[in-house]
Each structure stands twice: as structure tokens, then as C-alpha cells.
């Protein structure tokens, strides 16, 4: 990279060298939150989306901005820039840094920061900002205020290089998020104004190392009684796997592998009888289980021999750490795969797959009684007119719910109610299971959004559609908050409104406690007039308190930003 001409800010100089060859290694989208101490970064982001090579998120909440930069990565599957100013700007990523941790999805901060001699004597905004999220990142560059001398541009540029490396993981096979550290000096800024001939040329990435080949994947021999489970990030490999193996499939909602015609959706009624879960004597698990205690319960027991399988990560699913064997990729050998055509591999896929399909057809939680020949009947007509329930609700999202959409799904009872209930489809699902919170819901389902409308590759126009619980809304209502001048994700956010957090009513001590004190320090009731709040914001809104109301509202959704309250007994 040719060193910088010289803007007469330092800050400037650096800040063009270092975004511009971010740009050229391929990075598109950059969520910036302002400040002063940043304001040289922000500038030069400003004249990089003007010309189109980047695409600018502006967002007055650092929260929210991690974990949009968050759900662009998940979706575009390549890390986002986080710019932020000094101080408490830098600890508000703090949960979004620690769910792209968990997770693995790649992401790089660009913290601003004062110079060394502003540190350690109670400058203003100033703070620890080195290794202030730990172990959580795969980098951390406490990088020097730069001075305008040789060798600064391309060292900028060697940086960034290094940092698209550690949050991709391509050393490792544990992506991430990275941050560095910029110390600026004043003049923190300078005028900007940048043609594409001033930058690295952006259809040429800088040369990267090539990626480490691969462990070879450990072979699974038939044998013992085998189950494949799902958990989130699992994606289609394990309903593959388990279909070459003829081996059930217990596939948790956000897994992206609830289909195939080995799916067991029911596993947890399942896994409690005997004759199904007691029979078990080993599983396979892809993906990060974190929806039910049978799962757990099964892998802890010692008579199952267990294989976790992740392509990525270095902190394993080892549940009562009594997992014997781990593995970046498996496949079914020979054996297990002529063994899928015995007699009894048939008899113990198809136990648990008709036995599954039998109760999730049979569930009285979405029976809906039957059309007669003249049309609708009482019955039906009083059906559609009833209230909504929670099955109700994850099973019209779910059977909305398209290929060419995206479905998130907040850290509320209604994910856990889509898992007991809903059946297979292939269709894209996301969740924040890394730490399994409801910081940023909002944020991530906007960022999943709008990588999904503006991604590198043509789709057909569809929806992103945000299942949570009001509390989980109420959380992250900030994020609700749109730039005017930046496109408007394509979002249909539907919040099941029970007046407060009722998952905690399933807790042990929900039955022992006083009821007011668990009302007043778990339930904790709101009375929001969510129309107002989606006023507030300029999303439109809409109620759908019965089933045909729902059904109408989830099939014509507007084309922008929507929230849809749905009124839910607790």
C-alpha cells in the first residue's frame, strides 16, 4: 500500500489506510456509534460509503450497534466493523462481544482511545480499554497513536490483515471477535475526500496465508444405538449425517437441521420413556443443545458414549464433562451405512420417527376442528375467532416461514414452545444461544435482515420475521430505533405480550415462593402500549389477537419495518 499523502491529521492518515484496506480484504459492512475521540474513523467511513465501498450503519447505541454488526456477520458470514468512541461507549459491546464469543461468529472493534499520556491520570472519557473483554476476543492490539511517519500506512494495513484473519478463525478454526485499540492524538480529524484511486484497489485482496488443512473426520461404525442431536449451529451437515446413518435425528428449532425424513421433533417426550431414551447407548451431537434438560440428563448418563462434533471453537459442549470424544467432522463409515438398511436400524429409526410424528400431529394444543362439505362450521368459525396461544403463535410463524426468509427467535418461552411443538422444515433460523440472553434481539434480527436484502447474491424478496417475548423487546426497544437515509430492513417483529416474563413460571420456586415476591423480582409486569412505542419509532403496527387475525398479518406483512403485538395469557 502507498504510504498516505498526508492530510495534516495523523489520525486521518492512518484511519484511510487502515478502513481502506479493511475494504479491500472484503469487508462490507460497518456499524459506527459517534464520538470525538473517533471522529477520524467516522469521517472516512462517511467517504467510503460514498463511494460505494462500504455499507454504513450509524447507530446512537453501542450496545445495539455490537449486536447489529453481530447479526450482519451471522447472516453474511463475514465480520462487521464496530466503531466506537472512548470510555463506557467501549464496555456497552460487552455483551455482544461475549455472545460472538460463545458463538463464534467473526467480529472486529475499532475502539477509540487517548494517547498514552492522557492515560492514568483521570482523563476525561478514559478508561482500561486494552483487554478489557478478556479471554472473549482472538486479538487484542493496543495500537499506538500514530505520528504521521513512514511505514504507518502499511502497517495499518498489515493490521487489518491480521485482524480479518484472528475473527475468521483462518489460523485457528475458532472465529471471533478482535479488538483494536486506536490511540488517537488532536488534531483528531482532518477534511476527506477520497476517490477510489486513493485506496487500495478493492477487487484485489492483500495476500493471506492459506488456510491449515483440515483434521480428517473421525468415522462413526455401526454399532450401539445411536442418536443424532442437533443443537443451535448445527446447520444441515447433522441432518446429512444422521441420514446417512439411518439414525434418529433429535433436532432442536434454531438448529438449522429440523427436517429430513429422520427427524425426531417430539425427542423430549421421548427421551423420558424407557423404551426410547432408556434404550440409547450412544449420541452424536452437532451444534451447541440449549433448549431442554433431557439432553443434558441423556449425556451425562454412563452407559451412552458420546461424540460432539463442531467445525469450529475451542471451548466444547461436554455436558458433566463425561463427553468421550470430540471432533471437527464425522462421517458414517461402511458399516453404519450398510447397516442403515438392516431390519432393526429400520425398527429404531422408525419407532422414533412415527412415534414422534403421531404426538405432534396429535397435539390438542393446534388441533383446529374440520372443514365440513358446506363450508366452515361453528366450530372451525368459533376456532378462528379464539384467542391466541402460545402453540398457536409458533406454529403460525413457523408455517409463515419460508427459504427465502429468516426467522429469529428471541431467548423467550416461546422459543422453547416452537421446540416442543413445530414440525420439519429447511428453512433459515437464528437464535443468540452463545450465552442464550436477550440483550440485542432486536439489533441482531435488524443486522440478519438487512445482510439478507443487500447480501452478494440475488434472492426473492422476503421477510425476516422476529419472534420474542415483550420483556426481550422492552430490553432492547433503543434498537428499534432506525438512521433516516440508510435502507429499512425488511423486519416483521412479533412480540407474544403475556404482561412479564413467564418463562420463570416454569422455576422450581415459582410453586414454593410467595407469589407477590415472585411476581415483583421474576414476572417483573410491564404495561407498555406497544402501539405507542412502534409509534415512537415510525414502525407500523398491528394486533392480532385471534387466529385468523394472526394468520392474515403474518401472510401480508408490510413491506418495512413492523412490530405485531400479540396479546397471550400468562
Known amino acids: 500500500m502507498p504510504e498516505a499523502s498526508g492530510s495534516g491529521s495523523p489520525a486521518t492518515d492512518f484511519s484511510v489506510a487502515l478502513l481502506g484496506a479493511f475494504a479491500r480484504l472484503g469487508v462490507r459492512d460497518v456499524v459506527l456509534s ?24 450509524v447507530r446512537i447505541d453501542e450496545r445495539g450497534a455490537g449486536f447489529l454488526a453481530l447479526g450482519l456477520a451471522v447472516e453474511s458470514g463475514r465480520p462487521a466493523l464496530v466503531v466506537c468512541t472512548s470510555g463506557t461507549a467501549v464496555a456497552n459491546l460487552h455483551p455482544a462481544v461475549l455472545e460472538a464469543h460463545h458463538s463464534g461468529v467473526p467480529m472486529i472493534l475499532l475502539t477509540a482511545d487517548r494517547p498514552d499520556e ?40 498489515a493490521l487489518a ?47 493471506v496465508r492459506p488456510r491449515p488443512e483440515p ?36 433436532a432442536e428449532v434454531s438448529s438449522g437441521a429440523r427436517f429430513g425424513p429422520n427427524l425426531v421433533g417430539a425427542y423430549r417426550e421421548l427421551l423420558q420413556a424407557d423404551e426410547f ?30 461424540i460432539v462434533v463442531a467445525a469450529t471453537g475451542a471451548e466444547w459442549f461436554n ?20 447397516a442403515a438398511g438392516t431390519r432393526e436400524a429400520r425398527e429404531w429409526l422408525g419407532r422414533w420417527v412415527m412415534t414422534s410424528r403421531q404426538l405432534l400431529d396429535g397435539s390438542p394444543d393446534l388441533a383446529t376442528p374440520p372443514v365440513g362439505e358446506r363450508g366452515m362450521t361453528r366450530a372451525e368459525l368459533a376456532a378462528l375467532r379464539a384467542p391466541v396461544t402460545r402453540p398457536i403463535l409458533v406454529d403460525a410463524v413457523w408455517r409463515a416461514s419460508w427459504p427465502h426468509d429468516r426467522l429469529v427467535l428471541g431467548a423467550s418461552r416461546l422459543i422453547r414452545e416452537a421446540d416442543r411443538l413445530v414440525g420439519g422444515k429447511k428453512i433459515p433460523v437464528h437464535s443468540n444461544r452463545g450465552l442464550a440472553g436477550i440483550d440485542g434481539t432486536v439489533a441482531t434480527a ?48 412479533i412480540v407474544g405480550n403475556d404482561g412479564g416474563g413467564t418463562i420463570f413460571d416454569g422455576l422450581e420456586v415459582a410453586a414454593s415462593a410467595r407469589t407477590e415476591s415472585v411476581a415483583r423480582v421474576l414476572f417483573t409486569p410491564q404495561r407498555m402500549d406497544f402501539a405507542q412505542l412502534a409509534a415512537a419509532y415510525g414502525w407500523e403496527y398491528g ?20 412490530l405485531l403485538e400479540v396479546p397471550l395469557a400468562r
Do not use: K, Y
Not at 442437533?230 to 446413518?245: L, V, W
Not at 452478494?456 to 415483550?470: F, I, S, Y
Open 215 to 250: 483434521a480428517p473426520a473421525v468415522r462413526v461404525a455401526a454399532g450401539p444405538r445411536t442418536v443424532v442431536i442437533a443443537g443451535t449451529g448445527a446447520t444441515a451437515a447433522a441432518e446429512a449425517f444422521a441420514r446417512s446413518g439411518g439414525w434418529p435425528l433429535l
Open 118 to 157: 492522557l492515560r492514568g491520570i483521570r482523563s476525561n472519557q478514559t478508561t482500561v480499554q486494552p483487554g478489557l473483554f478478556g479471554p472473549a476476543t482472538r486479538l487484542c492490539v493496543d495500537v499506538p497513536a500514530p505520528a504521521g511517519q513512514p511505514g504507518e500506512a502499511a502497517a495499518a494495513a
Open 319 to 338: 455436558p458433566g464433562r463425561r463427553v468421550r470424544v470430540f471432533a471437527r467432522s464425522v462421517i458414517a463409515d461402511e458399516t453404519a451405512v450398510v
Open 34 to 57: 459517534p464520538g470525538a475521540r473517533s471522529q477520524a474513523l467516522a469521517l472516512v467511513c462517511a467517504e467510503l460509503e460514498r463511494l460505494d465501498l462500504i455499507r454504513l450503519h
Open 161 to 207: 490483515c491480521q485482524a480479518t484473519d484472528a475473527a475468521t478463525g483462518r489460523d485457528s478454526a475458532d472465529p471471533g471477535p478482535v479488538q483494536l485499540n486506536l490511540a488517537f492524538r488532536e488534531p483528531l480529524s482532518a477534511p476527506v475526500d477520497l476517490t477510489e484511486h486513493s485506496l487500495p484497489a478493492v477487487d484485489s485482496p492483500a495476500p
Open 277 to 306: 431414551g432408556g434404550r440409547v447407548e450412544r449420541a452424536v451431537v452437532f451444534g451447541h443443545p440449549t433448549l431442554s434438560r433431557e439432553i443434558p440428563a441423556l449425556l451425562q448418563r454412563d452407559d451412552v458414549d458420546t
Open 543 to 562: 394486533r392480532a389477537g385471534t387466529r385468523s387475525e394472526l394468520e392474515q398479518a403474518l401472510t401480508m406483512p408490510p413491506a418495512g419495518p413492523s
Open 446 to 493: 435488524v443486522g440478519i435482515a438487512l445482510a439478507s436484502q443487500f447480501g452478494p447474491e440475488p434472492r426473492p424478496a422476503g421477510v425476516t420475521r422476529l419472534l420474542l417475548g415483550d420483556l426481550a423487546l422492552l430490553h432492547d426497544a433503543g434498537s428499534l430505533l432506525l438512521t433516516p437515509g440508510e435502507p429499512p430492513p425488511r423486519l416483521q417483529v
